[in-house]
């Protein structure tokens, strides 16, 4: 059974760089070509997706964020992470890593399964 | 971007009856070339991640009980729980993966009235 489980950086500063990692059991980062998001989760508040990657490289970002994310992969590891540069308060959240469909128009771009996420908290 | 609004925010349901909860997008999320509507619903239960439970507006995920269910087309939406439930008790949320950036409905708090 595919499992995800996020880990990070539990308190950054503002203007760091948050950093968090999704590992992946029970299954490869490779299988089927699906694409590997990270969203996440305000206190109290609704989700955002962030962006995706797949395992040959090729991300995509959500462009309210684009400017400040880095999505990266390691295959050998069977994770992939983010990368959230410059950050404020408003970036204190819960980051979810899940599983997302093979890309494209009209394909399966749902989110299952999802990590246990992490909460990053930015503050000084 | 697409914009998805719930409603309502806050549903409290007697125990047995049912529960509706509403989804509007701002464009139409139905595919053309499939004739599919790219819309999801999630389950969030405290201290948990969002678990799936309809894709394509009104296909249950395996292993979900048959009380939950989703209707619409186009640009609006229902989750429907016909019987509620203690266990149903969770934030519900929609979600459209119909174009980039995906993105979600605010959330609807079910709770038992």
């Known amino acids: 059974q595919l499992q995800l489980q996020a880990s990070g950086s539990g308190l950054v500063k503002p203007s760091e760089t948050l950093s968090v990692t999704c590992t992946i059991s029970g299954g490869s980062i490779i299988t089927n070509d699906y694409s590997w998001s990270w969203i996440r989760q305000p206190p109290g508040k609704g989700l955002e997706w962030i962006g995706y990657?797949?395992?040959?490289?090729?991300?995509y970002y959500n462009p309210s964020l684009k400017s400040r994310v880095t999505i990266s992969v390691d295959r050998s590891k069977n994770q992939f992470s983010l990368k959230l540069s410059s950050v404020t308060a408003a970036d204190t959240a819960v980051y979810y890593c899940?599983?997302?469909?093979?890309?494209?128009?009209?394909?399966?771009?749902?989110?299952?399964?999802w990590g246990q996420g992490t909460l990053v908290t930015v503050s000084s | 971007d697409i914009v998805m609004t719930q409603s309502p925010d806050s549903l409290p349901v007697s125990l047995g009856e049912r529960a509706t909860i509403n989804c509007k997008s701002s464009?139409?999320?139905?595919?053309?070339?499939?004739?599919?509507?790219?819309l999801a619903w999630y389950q969030q239960k405290p201290g948990q991640p969002p678990k799936l439970l309809i894709s394509w507006a009104s296909t249950r995920e395996s292993g979900v009980p048959d009380r939950f269910s989703g209707s619409g087309s186009g640009t609006d939406f229902t989750l429907t729980i016909s019987s509620l439930q203690a266990e149903d008790v969770a934030v519900y949320s929609c979600?459209?993966?119909?174009?980039?950036?995906?993105?979600f409905g605010q959330g609807t708090k079910l709770e038992i009235k």
């Open positions: 464009q139409s999320v139905l595919y053309s070339s499939n004739n599919k509507n790219h």
């Open positions: 899940a599983r997302g469909g093979q890309g494209g128009s009209g394909s399966a771009n749902w989110f299952d399964p």
């Open positions: 979600q459209q993966y119909y174009a980039t950036p995906y993105t």
């Open positions: 990657i797949y395992h040959r490289g090729s991300t």
